[in-house]
Every structure is written in C-alpha cells, then in structure tokens.
C-alpha cells in the first residue's frame, strides 16, 4: 500500500535533458516534483552574469534549471552551497576526474543535502536524472551504487531514465511506482531521451548539458591547481576561485600573481578586486585592466606592467607608459611590450 | 503615460550580486511577507530578467514586469 497522498519526490535539476526528462516522467506518473538546484560557484553560466555585458541577452543569462521548473511545471529551489562545495573540491574523497572535476564526491554532497531536504519535507525519494553509462567517472553500476550508500540514501534514491537496469528502490517495491513505467536508458546517446521528450510534450526543452562546470575545464583545472599550492593553510574562499575564471592569469612569484582583463566586461568586474591591490592601465591608450595579487617591489611592478603593455594598443611601441595605482598611490611605468617567451614563463 | 507597475510593499536592493543570490534572497523575502502584497526587486544582474519571471511561475508568484533605469533593473512580484 503507497502513502494516502501523491508521492514526493525531490530531484537534482541542472536544467539539462536529462534531469528534465526525469521529472517530466514522474510527474506524467502522477508523482509531485520539487526541484533543487545548487548553485556550487563553478557554473559557467553563472561567470556570464558575473561579467553582465548588456548586450547580453538576458535569455543566454537564464539559469536553465528556472526554466525546466516552468516547461515541466514544478517548483524549482536554487540553493547557493559555493562555500561548503570548495571544501569539498580541494580534497575529494574520491579523487578528480580528468582535471579539478570531483563527479563522485559532487553527486554524494548534493544527494547528502537532498536527503535533508526530503526529510524536511517528508518526502518519499529523491531522483536524478542520471543515465548508466552516461558518464565514465560516476556513471557506471559501481559508481552509482557508491553514490547511493554514500549520500544515505539506500533505496530512496530513483534513477528514473536508467531504473529497470538498477536494484528497485522502496517506492517500486512498495508498488507506489510502476517499475515498468520507469525507464531503460543506457550510454552516451541522447536519442531515446529525445524521443521520451516528444513524447511528453517537451518541445522546448533547455540544451543538454554538459560542459557547463569549470572543474571540468583544463585552463580553469591549472589555476585552481595553482591557487590551492599556494594557499596560506589550505585557505581558499569562493572570491579567488571567482576571480580564476576571468581574464589572463600570471604566475610571477610564490604569492604574487598578475590577471589581466580580456574585453570591456571583465576589466569591470576586475575593479571589484582593486582595493587593497596594486591595478595597471596603459596610459592614454585603449588597455586591459590588470589586478597584481600581492606585494611586488619594483621590478616586479615593471614585471606588470609589461605584461600589461603587450595586451594595449601600443603593444608594437618600444615602449609603453603604464599608470600604476594602489589605493591613493600612482606611478608611471615605461616599459617595452613583454614578449612571447616572457608571457609563456609565467601564463597560467 | 502612467507606470502601470504598482507601489510595492517592500523593496529588497541586490545591487552587486548575481545569480543564484537575486533568486535566493527574493525566496527569503517573500517567504517573510502576506499573500497579496508586491515586492519591488532591485538588481543589476540582466540574467534576473529571465530568471525571476520563471521563478515566480514555478513558485506560483505573480510577476507584474520590469522597469529600466540605464543597468538597473526593478522587477514586481506579487506575493500569492
């Protein structure tokens, strides 16, 4: 006999096919969906907002787990967990995928507070939209079972696209879902997903996922790297790992470290880092904005300063003014262009 | 022309922060106000243009539109 009321599920959304799907599923299956997002401070997406070009549409800004919430019709619950998820990315129990990406050890932390979301709310099982062999690090049977027994989740834990190939969960042996309702979905190709999405009217559904986290991207994986190395005690805060994903990064010293600003949008957001921290324009010359993290003496500062001479205008002057500020303090710097082989020495 | 937007009941200033905390905080504050009653969000994160509209049909919540000043963006948002 099922509960006296609908079931409750609650389910990880990114907004991709594959968790859309999962609870368009439950839901033509009669079951009430809350959804969660956890907003972990690695999401592409989120970097774009950060930097809030206005000529970007604000479409390509949306957060598509928002709007699977309204094309399935359910609510979506968006959950900032940033601080809590760095320490778990620093030192993963079960090790990184191909760069900084801890997909095991990511899956355990959302389900863990899932867990505590369905409890809270009394709800029956928690799902995901999870494919077998989907994924080669937390995808496959063993992984999957470790993820399950890890988060605490043993037999409330409903993979819907991939169900009839894993052991049945309480709900399906309770007979409070229809095992055979449930799916069958196996490997890398999205073609039945594509074909389950017709079927339940989801016409519009947001684009797959996948390669939206910056763990999973080698450029930001080598200055994270380099960020933890360096870091007093193993402290690292979510405003240095924002900051790793805009601009150029240099590697000057231990404790010294130059970023360079790419385009209008991150030579604003850079400003935020201004404070407290020496900056470089090029003088009277279209430039990018460079942050210096630390204290560099003066041929450190030169050091700077070329670097950010090779990125303005007058990059193919023998020599570029660079005004230099710190709080109340400026200076004028001239130096030649840093060339190639002194931007490869230090670039991140 | 007349605004067609209403006075609102409580203004809630995220000026400075993007996603997810324009969304977060919004949650917090209407949890804490009356049915019926309208928010006036100010933000300068452009994604909220999309995000809290979808948002508030996910949660129910009346979402009455936006007005531009230059990058600042104020949204309403009726309380069911």
């Not at chain 1, 309702?181 to 389950?196: P, Y």
């Amino acid at each position: 006999m099922g509960p006296a009321r609908p079931l409750l599920a609650i389910g990880l959304i990114s907004g991709g096919l594959d968790s859309s799907l999962a609870a368009a599923l439950l839901k033509d299956l009669g079951v009430q969906v809350h959804g969660l997002n956890f907003s972990t401070g690695f999401c592409k997406t989120d970097h774009r907002r950060a930097i809030n070009d206005p000529r970007e549409a604000p479409e390509r800004l949306r957060n598509p787990a928002l709007r699977s919430g309204v094309l399935v019709g359910f609510p979506v619950e968006v959950v900032d967990v940033a601080t809590a998820y760095l320490e778990m990315v620093k030192a993963p129990r079960f090790g990184y995928g191909a760069n900084v990406n801890p997909c095991i050890d990511c899956r355990i932390f959302m389900l863990r507070r899932a867990k505590a979301v369905m409890e809270e709310r009394h709800a029956d099982l928690v799902f995901t939209g999870e494919v077998l062999g989907q994924r080669p690090m937390s995808q496959h049977k063993r992984a999957l079972r470790v993820i399950e027994e890890q988060a605490g989740l043993g037999g409330r834990l409903l993979r819907p696209l991939s169900a009839r190939f894993l052991p049945p969960t309480i709900p399906e042996r309770e007979g409070w879902l229809d095992r055979q309702r449930l799916l069958d979905v196996q490997g890398r190709s999205r073609k039945r997903q594509m074909e389950l999405a017709e079927r339940l009217g989801l016409k519009q559904y947001p684009q797959p996922s996948g390669g939206c986290c910056y763990l999973a991207d080698p450029n930001f994986a080598r200055r994270f790297r380099d960020l933890v190395a360096g870091a007093v005690g193993g402290r690292v805060t979510t405003e240095e790992t924002t900051l790793l994903k805009v601009g150029r990064h240099f590697r000057l010293a231990p404790g010294l470290k130059l970023v360079a600003g790419r385009n209008e949008g991150e030579n604003r957001f850079l400003q935020r880092f201004a404070p407290g921290n020496w900056t470089f324009v090029a003088f009277d010359a279209a430039s990018s904005l460079a942050v210096g993290l630390g204290e560099p003496d003066t041929a450190q500062k030169r050091l700077m300063a070329s670097i950010v001479a090779r990125y303005s205008r007058h990059r193919e002057c023998p020599e570029v003014e660079i005004v230099a500020r710190r709080d109340g303090n400026r200076q004028t710097i001239r130096v030649p262009p840093a060339g190639d082989d002194l931007l490869a020495r230090f670039r991140l | 022309m007349s605004d067609p937007l209403p006075r609102p009941d409580r203004v809630l200033d995220v000026l400075g922060y993007y996603c997810p905390i324009p969304v977060i905080r919004t949650d917090r504050m209407l949890k804490s106000m009356p049915a019926g009653q309208v928010l006036e969000l100010l933000s300068d994160d452009r994604g909220v243009l999309a995000d809290i509209p979808d948002w508030c049909a996910g949660h129910q919540h009346e979402y009455l539109g936006h007005r531009q000043e230059g990058r600042r963006y104020h949204l309403f948002i009726r309380k069911r």
